[in-house]
Structures are given as C-alpha cells and as structure tokens.
C-alpha cells in the first residue's frame, strides 16, 4: 500500500530512488573484472569471449555483472551460514539414523 501511495504521489521520483538505489547496490559488490580468479576463455563456436573462475571452476553467465552468488568473493550473510548449517545437520542426522538401522539389520 506504502508503495503504491509513493509511486501514484510523484512516479517519476519513485523511478529514480529505485535507480539510484540499484546502482548504490551495485557498486558496492564485488566484480569479476577485479578478481585475480577470474580469467577470460575464447570461445571456440563464437568470436566472443566468456569469464572463468579459475577456484571454482565454473563458467560465469555474461549477463552477471557483478560476482555471481556462488563466488567466494561474496561474503555470505549470517542467516545464510545458519540455514546451511541447519540443513547440514539435518543431513548428518539422517545419514547416522539409516546407518543405525543398516546396522541393526545385520
């Protein structure tokens, strides 16, 4: 509702917060032109050229500007780390549960 009352009070003011916040946004992430993982491979089908992080080993898609969300340049926010250690732990539960029972079963 907040959101609608702004945009119909000025539209065009609206527009270039969100702009301006964007670019704000995108220039405090890191780029894959500063990284010293990254290099750039020659196509062999094209004439064009596509950016490779060497750590990782996986190709990086031309529309990302900025690192993608797997690159260990991107410092993961704390709720992230939680989740994953969650889920991590869930697995490890499960994992020992079924030995459990492979080795009950013997």
């Given at each position: 509702m907040l959101k609608r009352r702004r945009w119909r009070a000025n539209p065009t003011a609206y527009r270039q917060k969100q702009?301006?916040?964007?670019i704000k946004i995108k220039a405090?992430?890191?780029?894959c032109d500063e990284c010293a993982n990254c290099v750039l491979v020659k196509k062999e089908k094209d004439d064009g050229f596509r950016r490779l992080c060497l750590a990782e080993m996986r190709l990086i898609e031309q529309k990302v500007s900025n690192c993608p969300q797997w690159c260990r340049k991107r410092t993961p926010s704390k709720d992230y780390l939680k989740r994953r250690e969650n889920i991590l732990r869930q697995k490890k539960e499960k994992y020992r549960e079924r030995e459990a029972k492979v080795n009950e079963a013997y």
């Open positions: 702009r301006d916040y964007r405090n992430l890191p780029h």
